[in-house]
């Protein structure tokens, strides 16, 4: 019954690699979001999808491309991952307007 | 850019006793959300607020949105060791700003 479901939990790369993260809601909104936190517990938003189109992309680097196949689903794969690219990636998802956002599990990334 | 700050960040207290984060803007804020973080856990949705000095309560906790709707606080009375975690506001109008956040710690 998870409602915003976010694989994989954990992810250690070396540097320069490839990865991809996914993610998948079951609550049928139609907003999705990807938000990172550091080690300092800042969330700060990258990414926002409205019905499959990009609504936000804040100042990310082009290295990260979301990827969002239907309004249930919205990936994020990473290209050359760097070392500062280590954080917890939050996935979530809310109705369009003013609505609280839920959120996945997240994924801690962590590049050595 | 617009930055929502929170104070403090940090905060130990006894069990029993009561707690307060506030959330300041620099700007006007459509709406204000708080959210609470489990240590090792994600956030999750507690209450939204709308209207100017609008104050909402769950239990022990009340949220008050300020007159200006530049600022908003969340009191919990009477701390439980459940309470531990951090407490974010976020306003999700027309940006999707997280306040800095509040961690919380309860000393049994």
């Known amino acids: 019954d998870t409602a915003v479901s976010q694989t994989p939990k954990y992810l250690v790369t070396q540097m320069g690699n490839d990865k991809s993260i996914k993610c998948e809601q079951n609550l049928g909104h139609d907003t999705m979001y990807w938000y990172k936190q550091d080690s300092k517990k800042f969330l700060k938003i990258m990414f926002s999808?409205?019905?499959?189109?990009?609504?936000i992309n804040e100042t990310v680097p082009n290295r990260f491309s979301p990827k969002s196949p239907d309004k249930a689903h919205l990936n994020l794969h990473i290209n050359s991952l760097e070392l500062g690219d280590s954080a917890v990636y939050f996935c979530?998802?809310?109705?369009?307007?003013?609505?609280?956002?839920?959120f996945g599990s997240g994924t801690r990334l962590t590049v050595v | 850019g617009q930055q929502v700050m929170q104070i403090p960040q940090y905060q130990h207290v006894q069990e029993g006793e009561d707690f307060t984060t506030y959330c300041n803007s620099s700007t006007t804020l459509s709406n204000i959300q708080w959210y609470k973080q489990r240590p090792g856990g994600h956030p999750v949705f507690l209450i939204q607020?709308?209207?100017?000095?609008e104050v909402k309560k769950q239990k022990r906790l009340t949220f008050q949105f300020g007159e200006a709707k530049k600022n908003s606080s969340l009191h919990i009375t009477a701390t439980q060791t459940t309470d531990v975690g951090t407490y974010f506001c976020?306003?999700?109008?027309?940006?999707?700003?997280f306040g800095t956040g509040t961690s919380l710690t309860v000393i049994p």
């Open positions: 999808y409205n019905n499959k189109e990009l609504i």
């Open positions: 979530a998802s809310s109705l369009a307007g003013n609505y609280g956002y839920t």
């Open positions: 976020a306003n999700t109008g027309n940006q999707f700003y």
């Open positions: 607020l709308v209207k100017s000095g």
